[in-house]
């Protein structure tokens, strides 16, 4: 290989990154500029960075980085998804709260690269469920802007997955869960019924349930009287977990 003749031919600031510091008493905006040194070639007179031959100590595709780093994308979406603040309000928010000018449209962007940069997170979560001990799930129904969808989740009491489906057919259930050795506890939808694994249902939706037909048939006493001896059955188990946590040692008495 013909050696290569480099001469630096001067320092330069190509990119800066907005992002946020949490600090002990609050969040405050920082901008992060990444330097590094452009060379020419005595033989061709090109110019080009190191980064091309693996010596700089920057990312390789620093140039083409994205503007925003993670922790403020992070906030982004955090107030988009729990606080349901809109892109254009993010912005001012932004400009406002920590000084930094990036546009909505990035904003918007960052929802794709948030999921691409939690994809493996959330596979490894998956896994973790399916080959589990303890599943509890349900669904609910949500309004988007032309139609409605369905959230189901899924959680052991230690990882959490949320699932959007455009209906609420249960086939993807058999997909993921058709090996699936553990328990499923659920409310009385038939979806969980076709399922091969051991079940429990779900009291809370039981009590529910239970509630609503008192509400439609307020003058049935044998209902009335069947949600009272189902109530002080109950209560005496919920105050031992309250008092003693899940331990089968405490619960067995009852």
């Not at 033989?43 to 503007?67: I, L, V």
């Not at 979406?77 to 349901?84: G, L």
């Amino acid at each position: 290989m013909a050696q290569i003749w480099l001469e630096t031919i001067r320092r330069c600031v190509p990119n800066c990154f907005f992002d946020l510091k949490v600090l002990r008493h609050g969040i405050k905006g920082q901008v992060v500029a990444y330097t590094c040194a452009q060379h020419r070639c005595l033989e061709c007179e090109s110019n080009f960075h190191p980064s091309m031959f693996n010596t700089n100590p920057f990312p390789p595709s620093y140039k083409k980085a994205d503007k925003c780093l993670h922790s403020l994308k992070s906030w982004a979406m955090y107030q988009h998804v729990v606080h349901r603040t809109s892109f254009e309000n993010l912005e001012e928010m932004i400009r406002e709260y920590f000084g930094l000018n990036v546009r909505f449209r990035d904003i918007h962007a960052f929802k794709s690269l948030m999921a691409e940069y939690y994809r493996p997170t959330y596979m490894s979560l998956i896994k973790k469920l399916a080959y589990g001990h303890l599943i509890h799930t349900d669904e609910t129904e949500i309004k988007l802007k032309k139609s409605k969808g369905y959230v189901w989740v899924f959680t052991s009491l230690e990882e959490v997955v949320f699932m959007y489906k455009p209906t609420r057919e249960g086939e993807f259930l058999r997909e993921w869960l058709g090996d699936y050795k553990g328990v499923l506890v659920s409310d009385f939808y038939g979806a969980y019924d076709s399922m091969s694994c051991p079940q429990q249902k779900c009291l809370i939706h039981l009590m529910r349930d239970l509630n609503n037909d008192i509400l439609k048939n307020p003058f049935d006493e044998e209902l009335k009287g069947l949600a009272q001896e189902f109530a002080l059955l109950l209560r005496p188990m919920i105050e031992t977990v309250d008092r003693c946590g899940l331990k089968a040692h405490f619960l067995c008495k009852h």
